[in-house]
Nanobody, 126 residues
């Protein structure tokens, strides 16, 4: 199973980006996925999770600005990031598992995820 992130880049503060995470093989069906980020000198932080039913949870630091979604037909996870702030720059990673979890459990317990992508870099300039 491979997760491939894309969509990172450099944007001005207040701008938007959409990250994508493609899951392969296409036949692999995840039941719980998440986005995490790791900034230099900081610990990894859970950003958003989404379960098989499409219910989402976001970290307090991104509530109202970031939205996680999934396209089951494309087996792809997205992170829509709006109103980006200078504190948002990081390497962003997606993660997946076939196990069933709900709510924000994965944000606090990243080890439940079986697969991780290589990450995509987000830079925000002020």
């Amino acid at each position: 199973v491979q997760l491939t992130e894309s969509g990172g880049g450099s944007v001005q503060a207040g701008g938007s980006l959409r990250l994508s995470c493609a899951v392969s093989p296409y036949t692999y069906r995840t039941n719980y996925m998440g986005w995490f980020r790791k900034a230099a000198g900081k610990e990894r932080e859970g950003v958003s999770t989404i379960d098989r039913n499409g219910r989402t949870r976001n970290a307090d630091s991104v509530k109202g600005r970031f939205t996680v979604s999934q396209d089951n037909a494309k087996n792809t996870l997205y992170l829509h990031m709006n109103s980006l702030k200078p504190e948002d720059p990081a390497m962003y990673y997606c993660a997946a598992t076939r196990k069933f979890y709900y709510s924000d459990y994965g944000l606090r317990h990243p080890r439940i995820f079986d697969y991780w992508g290589q990450g995509t870099q987000v830079t925000v300039s002020s």
